[in-house]
């Protein structure tokens, strides 16, 4: 198979869909592998490191987007849905349910569309967005800590205070991979940390790994309402996998929060879990203020730790698209259950229960398809 490796293009996106590494395992099992110009240059992989390990390196997205399958990181933009055509793989983040019109487009050009985030093992586990949790988790104490600093537009508040000073109180809502691994952070640098979440059963997981250092609610609009008002710093970590995230922190909620704290919403790559979060920012402008509360909304914040994020996403992707090209996208569908969760859109329609209901769209699941197809 021909796989092709696009640059990137969205805002300080500096990750790229596979190293050298990842090269090599596609031409060992006898695929040609296209990159484009520079694509690896932000995380610190050159086009001769590519070379060296038998890609071909190209000078045109267009070149890129003519592979059988495609690989990229972030979901295409606007200006790459020209490049979609009948039968072509793509193989990324989707984060299909705050975009309509991406998945128009997907359906229109029957492209087999392939998310990161929903492919799902059988213990519920999320293998391919887990290491991005990972690292968006860990940044978004480092990142809050930063604006909650006046010049920053923050109240000025040190997260681990001193002796005989209080110390800041960071609140997160949803304790899976993003929620624990900011839990972590936040408690390293001295803080009192609260987490929120609908499971109590992992609730007690993290009671027992935190050893009681950590405050664990059961979320619910009162006790949400209750942390939000005292945090200095709001993390939101909710997933429902596929479907737009829930909206659990209102405008009132907000408004009670002290002037200067922030916010760090890393669910907004799923459309995000706080009323007053109305945009998507940027790496380059990436907060706005609202009822004096610091918002910061980026969706691809791994991008900025690119090096990291890129050999941590492609460890665990790269397995993935090596069975995708060795057998091609039925087989391996067929004979993977996990990877067949992350099917979103075939043949013209939506076979993610959750997007499909997103957008009001009929569901078809992929195994339908493919049984109508063959
Ligand atoms: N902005 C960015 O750059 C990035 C964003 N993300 C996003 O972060 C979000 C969280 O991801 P993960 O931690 O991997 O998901 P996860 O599935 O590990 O954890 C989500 C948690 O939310 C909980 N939850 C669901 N509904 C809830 C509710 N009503 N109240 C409280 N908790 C609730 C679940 O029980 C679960 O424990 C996702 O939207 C993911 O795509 C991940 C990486 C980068
Ligand atoms: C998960 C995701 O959206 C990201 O890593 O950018």
Redesign the pocket.
């Given at each position: 198979m021909i796989v092709g490796i696009a640059k990137e293009i969205k805002n300080n996106e500096n990750r790229v869909a596979i190293t050298p590494a990842g090269v090599a395992a596609l031409v060992q099992n006898g695929h040609s592998v296209l990159v484009e110009n520079n694509a690896g240059l932000g995380s610190g992989f050159t086009n001769e490191d590519y070379a060296a390990q038998g890609a071909k390196i190209v000078d045109t997205a267009a070149e890129v987007w003519a592979a059988e399958m495609v690989m990229k990181v972030k979901e295409p933009l606007p200006s790459e849905y020209g490049h979609f055509r009948e039968g072509q793989i793509l193989f990324t983040?989707l984060?299909l349910a705050p975009e309509p019109e991406l998945t128009r487009a997907l359906m229109e050009k029957k492209v087999i569309a392939i998310a990161y985030?929903t492919i799902q093992l059988d213990n519920?586990?999320?293998p391919l967005?887990?290491p991005?949790?990972?690292?968006?988790?860990r940044?978004s104490v480092q990142i809050g800590a930063q604006f909650l600093e006046k010049q920053y537009g923050g109240k000025g508040v040190l997260l681990g205070g001193v002796p005989g000073v209080p110390k800041g109180e960071v609140v997160v809502?949803?304790?899976?991979?993003?929620?624990?691994?900011a839990a972590k952070m936040a408690l390293g640098l001295g803080a009192n940390v609260t987490i929120?979440?609908?499971?109590a059963d992992?609730l007690r997981q993290l009671d027992d790994l935190f050893q009681g250092r950590v405050q664990t609610l059961i979320?619910?609009s009162f006790n949400?309402a209750n942390a939000v008002k005292k945090a200095d710093l709001l993390v939101?970590?909710?997933?429902?996998?596929g479907a737009r995230?829930?909206r659990?922190v209102t405008e009132e909620m907000v408004k009670d929060m002290t002037p200067g704290s922030v916010i760090v919403?890393?669910?907004?790559?799923?459309g995000g879990?706080i009323e007053t979060i109305d945009r998507i920012t940027t790496h380059d402008n990436p907060t706005y203020e609202k009822h004096s509360v610091i918002h910061y909304?980026?969706?691809?914040?791994?991008?900025a730790v690119a090096r990291t994020s890129t050999l941590a996403l492609t460890n665990v992707t790269v397995p993935y698209a090596v069975q995708l090209a060795n057998k091609g996208y039925a087989q391996a569908i067929r004979d993977n259950k996990a990877l067949a969760k992350g099917v979103n859109v075939i043949d013209g329609k939506v076979s993610y229960k959750a997007v499909a209901d997103a957008h009001n769209l009929p569901y078809a699941s992929v195994e339908e398809v493919l049984l109508v197809k063959n």
């Open positions: 983040y984060h985030e519920g586990a999320l967005l887990m991005m949790s990972e690292v968006a988790g940044m809502i949803g304790g899976g991979i993003v929620g624990t691994n929120l979440d609908v499971n992992r979320s619910n949400i939101g970590a909710v997933l429902i996998p995230a829930p659990l919403d890393v669910a907004i790559d799923q879990s909304a980026v969706a691809n914040m791994p991008g």
